[in-house]
């Protein structure tokens, strides 16, 4: 099975949220089936992208850098560069970001999101097509900014709103802490 199919046959097993994300979830799809290079960045118009929402194993915080680009508080991730394997690429993402060694919580999809990206310099605006993923690190783990951020840091799950974020991660917030 190529890892086009294996990304399809997860994001197909993929409970949505609610219905935004449920919205994101056949867009994705539609995307990922329609491009056998959708894990290219050369994909001009969109690429899949790989995120790790990472929170300690008690639930409280969550590890949020703040974009130097977009200007917001995201969760880390990035570019999957050819690479099918979502995971590994979120994983290696939150490492490039962050400093810490998050480890997967499971192998199956968390949450998915597609958003635009605006166009800067010569290149044009284009979607990522969000893949996110559980993940675990302790909080002692002590994060490192890196160049692509402004700030990182552990953000307790209740202060999360009020920081300059989207919808996207009140809903992983959300997802953290269904039951209060």
Partial sequence: MSGRDRLLAMLRAHRPWDTREAEMLQRIIAFVEAHEDCFERSLAQGHVTGSAW?????????????????????????????????????????????????????????????????ARGAEPAHVHYDIRYLAEAPLSEQPVVSPESRGVRWVPLDEIARLDTDESVLRLVRKTRPAR
């Fill in 54 to 118: 990472v929170v300690n194993p008690e639930r409280t915080h969550a590890l949020l850098v703040h974009h130097r680009r977009l200007e917001r508080w995201l969760q880390p991730g990035g570019h999957c560069d050819g690479d099918p394997d979502v995971l590994a690429t979120a994983l290696r993402e939150a490492f490039e970001e962050t400093g810490i060694e998050a480890q997967p919580v499971s192998p199956a999809v968390f949450d998915v999101d597609a958003h635009d990206i605006p």
